[in-house]
Structure formats: structure tokens, C-alpha cells
T-cell receptor, first 116, second 119 residues
Framework: AQKITQTQPGMFVQEKEAVTLDCTYD???????LFWYKQPSSGEMIFLIY??????QNATEGRYSLNFQKARKSANLVISASQLGDSAMYFC?????????????FGKGNQVVVIP | GAVVSQHPSRVICKSGTSVKIECRSL??????MFWYRQFPKQSLMLMAT?????????EQGVEKDKFLINHASLTLSTLTVTSAHPEDSSFYIC???????????????FGNGTRLTVT
């Protein structure tokens, strides 16, 4: 069963606008971590932001913020003030369990293209 | 800090040959490294988990004799694609977990990936 779901088609975003990328997840483990990674066309995976299942507040990291709705099992990424360099694939990932082997399950990704 | 270096970044090889991909943690020790495969415009699929000094744990459907993984030191893991075929052409990317990280929130650090083309 798919653990991470990212279903949005490719998105075009106007520069300086905000964009929200959807991510829903499925787990029965009370302890888990949610991650967002950015993958530009060059291929490297760049860590953006983390949200723990027990965190009371939504994570923020510069222009990135995570809209964590635990009851809905969603962890949407919000990129504010989009820049041309934000054009990339964005992957939501989940790690289950309290540390352990740190395996990450990835969603299929969201393609974002920022237009001037 | 937490830099992972992967080499080579691109490789083209002939069908039937073997290719070795290296994944090094440059400024930290990694007890665990992960190898992922990514097809174009698709997600990352975990192939195997590599633990220093022990045998790798392969995901279901991944042939261990086809994809040989060696994690001989705390800073180096290698993936060897043996007797490569065109269907092995893909983007392979490694990630590492620093030895000092035990928390759930520690991100994995990724290499820049290797694009393998088998002709």
C-alpha cells in the first residue's frame, strides 16, 4: 500500500507567489517523521524541512513551512515568495518508528515550475 | 557539514559489463547507507540498506546478486551493478545516516546521484 501520496499534476507558479504542495500519508505508527526534499534537474536531493509526529507546532524553515494536519494525515509544504530557483521536483517522505533504521518512503513527487 | 559524495555522476557502459558506484560520507561517519533507484519522472525506490561491517538488507524484488553492495568502512559504501543490461539504465542515488544521529528527525543526506546508461 502506498504510504505517501502526492497527486497534484505539474504546477506553474508565478514568481513571488506562494505555492502549496499536497502530501498525505498512511501509517499506524504513532511515532513518525515527515520530510520534504527538493530535487532540481541536476538530480541531487536537497533536504528542506522536517515535521515530527509529536511536534505541537508546524515546522518552518525560511520560506518553507509545513501545514501539518495530523488528524487528516496530511503534511502540505508551503513555499512562500517563489523564486525561479524553486523550479524542481518536490518529494514528501516519511520515516516510521522512533529512529531505528531511518528508512524513508517517498511519494511520487510534485513538479513545480516558477515563471517570471 | 554532512556532505555525501557519489561517484561517478554519469556512466555509460556496454551490456554485460559491471559498473561500480561509490558513495562516500566526507565529513561524518555513516553506520548506515541507503541505495535508491529512480526512473525518469518517478519516485525514489529503496533498493537496499547497507550497514557497515555487515551484509546489506535488500528490498523485495531487488536481486542481491545483481546489485552487489559493500559497506567496508564508516565512510564508504559501493554499489556494483553486475552484468548490466539496458533495463538497468536508471538514476542511482545513495544516502547516509550519520553515526551520531539517533533521533527520528535527522534527515538523510544524499549524494548527487549516478546516471547509468547501459547500451
Amino acid at each position: 500500500a502506498q504510504k505517501i501520496t502526492q497527486t497534484q499534476p505539474g504546477m506553474f507558479v508565478q514568481e513571488k507567489e506562494a505555492v502549496t504542495l499536497d502530501c498525505t500519508y498512511d501509517t499506524s505508527d504513532p511515532s513518525y517523521g515527515l520530510f520534504w526534499y527538493k530535487q532540481p534537474s541536476s538530480g541531487e536531493m536537497i533536504f528542506l524541512i522536517y515535521q515530527g509526529s509529536y511536534d505541537q507546532q508546524n515546522a518552518t524553515e525560511g520560506r518553507y513551512s509545513l501545514n501539518f494536519q495530523k488528524a487528516r494525515k496530511s503534511a502540505n509544504l508551503v513555499i512562500s515568495a517563489s523564486q525561479l530557483g524553486d523550479s524542481a521536483m518536490y518529494f514528501c517522505a516519511m520515516r516510521e518508528g522512533p529512529g531505528g533504521n531511518n528508512r524513508l518512503a517517498f511519494g511520487k513527487g510534485n513538479q513545480v515550475v516558477v515563471i517570471p | 557539514g554532512a556532505v555525501v559524495s557519489q561517484h561517478p555522476s554519469r556512466v555509460i557502459c556496454k551490456s554485460g559489463t559491471s559498473v561500480k558506484i561509490e558513495c562516500r560520507s566526507l565529513d561524518f561517519q555513516a553506520t548506515t547507507m541507503f541505495w535508491y533507484r529512480q526512473f525518469p519522472k518517478q519516485s525514489l525506490m529503496l533498493m537496499a540498506t547497507s550497514n557497515e561491517g555487515s551484509k546489506a538488507t535488500y528490498e523485495q524484488g531487488v536481486e542481491k546478486d545483481k546489485f552487489l553492495i559493500n559497506h567496508a568502512s564508516l565512510t564508504l559504501s559501493t554499489l556494483t551493478v553486475t552484468s548490466a543490461h539496458p533495463e538497468d539504465s536508471s538514476f542511482y542515488i545513495c544516502s547516509a545516516r550519520p553515526k551520531s544521529y539517533w533521533g527520528n528527525n535527522s534527515p538523510l543526506h544524499f549524494g548527487n546521484g549516478t546516471r547509468l546508461t547501459v547500451t
